[in-house]
């Protein structure tokens, strides 16, 4: 619960966020910022507005009122999560920001940097050690209103990579040497996962600690290794077998693990024109406002056959690609197995239009990760992560996150994007 209730400027009152009272109001705040592509056409989430909050134990949504008239002109949510480092030390507890929003008609009042000292203050109350949040390397405005007006530096880039399931890369980008035949692809139970991916975890620049609470989430859809079939993987073969040293005695020369989450689950995506169609309950993630123009939609192709107004009214969803990880002289074409593999996935999944996944700036595998040519249907954007000290202060020399700056093999968490 939030225990202090700001008022901003003797204006706006910033308080949480109350299910029962406050559901229609967040709904039309978010139809007002709902992200533009052209003219007529507009890209929102329905689903729950707590949605992706809801997943961490300690979580919070701030709405920002109006004291003359009531009326609820911005929000913002946060939640609390415990990190690791590659670098040693104890685990940190950070506190991130996500779906910063102010209404269009009252921007540039200080609301939004107010919305952002508040969810702080929550976020320290609750023993966050440090603010995070993700931006796309554009948004100038909200480069502008992190960096210079709330005190944060930029931590690390990364790069999303985004591709509609039902189109192909070009020929050459999946087109590889070793049939797909000779490489295989098998499911892990969870304690396996668990096993590999806590080893692999150990290098990162910094990671999520609870990871099997993430592998256990619905809208995890699973865990699965990828290797040469010649090669083989006798480890595996015992399901009950959970002992990383039993797996790994047995790993093949070059092999690759990934988990896929499934957006479609609790919100999905929808094109709008004005008027057309009643606004669904929204709650807008960071990644919505990077991947409107890379969707490259039937109804955006003159050469589509499904027309504009029969397509922005159906509602789709997405596959995110998560904890990807490869070892082996020859991982650049197991990955290409993997990217295959999810294509296939999204293809199957009802309403699932899109394929992305995260990479850091210096993860290896963002090398393999199959683009092909200019014309390719893949489309990348630079993303920015940034952080900020809470609790006292510390210098850059001094504090254990902000002195290793800029980190650029991370894990990106699915539960944020």
Known sequence: MVDN?????????????????????????????????????????SGDPLGRIRLYPVHVMLVAQLLENGELVGAVRGCIKRVGTRFGGTDLTIGCILGLRVSPRHRRMGIGSGLVKSVEEWMERNG???????????????????SLKCNYVKFSSLVIYVQPVNEHLAEEALDVHVSSRHIK?????????????????????????????????????????????????????????????????????????FSIWNTSETYKLQIRRPNLLKLFHVSISHAMERILPCLKLPFMSSSSSMSSSEFHKKPFGF??????????????????????FGKRMGEKEKDCTVMMTELGGSDPLRAHVPQGSSSSSMTCINDLWYLKRLNGPVSDEDDELTAIRPVGNVFVDPREF
């Open 5 to 45: 209730i700001h008022e901003h400027q003797n204006k706006v009152l910033i308080r949480e966020f109350k299910e029962a009272t406050d559901f229609e109001a967040v709904e039309k705040l978010e139809k007002n910022c709902e992200i533009g592509y052209k003219k007529g056409i507009s890209i929102f989430m």
């Open 128 to 146: 966050a050690q440090y603010g995070f949040l993700a931006t796309e390397e554009n948004n100038v405005a909200s480069t502008n209103l992190f």
């Open 185 to 257: 692809i098998e499911k892990l139970n969870i304690d396996q996962a668990v096993a590999i991916y806590k080893n692999c975890l150990r290098q990162r620049e910094i990671y999520p600690t609870d990871i099997e609470a993430i592998l256990k989430e619905k809208l995890s859809m699973g865990t699965w290794v990828c290797f040469f079939q010649e090669e083989g993987w006798t480890g595996l073969e015992k399901k009950e077998e959970r002992d990383l040293d039993s797996i790994m005695a047995t790993a093949p020369k070059s092999w690759a693990i």
């Open 319 to 340: 596959l995110f690609l998560y904890g990807i990880h490869g070892e082996g002289e020859r991982v650049g074409e197991l990955m290409k197995g993997v990217w295959r």
